[in-house]
């Protein structure tokens, strides 16, 4: 299994960001799919997920803001970032949990200042 994330980078408040995540060696199709975050000396917190039937999810503090739409045919979830917050600043990671294991990526680094 590989993610790899894309995407980051620095942003305005008020600005929009979407990440990439491509995956591989497993039946994308198949699996919900998440995007978690860890900011500077927080501990990371699911930001949003995504099933295989696309039912979706999202943490209160971004609903209204994010979405996590998937790409089958690309092996792809993205996360779309609208009206960023500095409070948005973090790492954000791809995940996805397979025969009984967690899987990572290396993350993309979204910056939010001014």
């Known amino acids: 299994v590989q993610l790899v994330e894309s995407g980051g980078g620095l942003v305005q408040p008020g600005g929009s960001l979407r990440l990439s995540c491509v995956a591989s060696?497993?039946?994308?199709?198949?699996?919900?799919m998440r995007w978690c975050r860890q900011a500077p000396g927080k501990e990371r917190e699911l930001v949003a997920a995504?099933?295989?039937?696309?039912?979706?999810y999202y943490a209160d503090s971004v609903k209204g803001r994010f979405t996590i739409p998937r790409d089958n045919a690309k092996n792809t979830v993205y996360l779309q970032m609208d009206s960023l917050k500095f409070e948005d600043t973090a790492v954000y990671s791809c995940?996805?949990?397979?025969?009984?294991?967690?899987?990572w990526g290396k993350g993309t680094l979204v910056t939010v200042s001014s």
């Open positions: 060696g497993f039946p994308f199709s198949s699996y919900t």
């Open positions: 995940n996805v949990f397979v025969n009984g294991v967690d899987y």
């Open positions: 995504i099933s295989s039937g696309g039912s979706t």
